[in-house]
């Protein structure tokens, strides 16, 4: 006996929305991976100067195969909580594809499981706030199916701060005293020509 047609619309329905239809979520992920990063609790780094040493790979007391459709694995800057406050930009969504916590891409490497490492210099257009480190690996099919971060679950530990640049370089002060100084020396030459023309017209 076939099964009805509308039990059926229902059941793929169903299905859709448990996998791919409504995405995949953070809370599915399996926190697998060991993440550290250099900077230590509050440290603050200058955007478009410091530097960042992240190293990953699956934690030790991970199930051996656990990591069998790992493929990618991709590091990303993360905002902590009190740099999302009232920033609906950056807001923590469970929906993967609607999540605004990662929004910097460190790096993203094929997948090994130990003895990875990459130093990158923070960009200079990263805005002044808290941050915290999260790799997530992806399978074939380029979706996240793990993670690991350098905070704990609540995003509470090994916070470290990012300045931004404000606008303003030494260079361009340098060049703006110089500039200051030369209109100085030759408004003062102005008037000493002036004056000894005004005298030469005198004597005549």
Not at 15 to 28: M, R
Not at 110 to 135: L, Q
Request: hydrophobic residues 40%.
């Amino acid at each position: 006996m076939e099964a009805p047609v509308g039990f059926l619309v229902v059941s793929l329905l169903l299905s859709c929305f448990a996998t791919t239809c409504y995405g995949v979520t953070f809370s599915s992920l399996q926190r697998t991976l060991e993440v550290t990063a250099s900077p230590t609790q509050d440290q603050v780094l200058k955007a478009g100067d410091a530097n960042i040493t992240v190293t990953w790979g699956l934690n030790r007391t991970i199930q051996a195969g656990t990591d069998s459709a790992y493929k990618t694995v991709k590091v990303k800057l993360c905002y902590a909580p009190i740099s999302q406050k009232d920033r609906s930009w950056r807001k923590t969504v469970d929906e993967m594809k609607k999540d605004k916590t990662c929004l910097v891409k460190i790096v993203a490497k094929p997948y090994t499981a130990s003895n990875n490492s990459f130093t990158w210099t923070v960009e200079r257009d990263i805005p002044t706030g808290t941050y915290f480190v999260r790799a997530y690996a992806f399978n074939a099919h380029d979706e996240e199916v793990a993670f690991g971060q350098t905070t704990n679950d609540k995003k509470e530990t090994n916070l470290f701060k990012i300045q931004a640049i404000t606008g303003r370089h030494a260079s361009l002060d340098i060049a703006s005293v110089c500039f200051s100084a030369f209109s100085i020396v030759a408004l003062a030459g102005f008037f000493y020509m002036e004056k000894s023309k005004g005298k030469a017209a005198q004597q005549k």
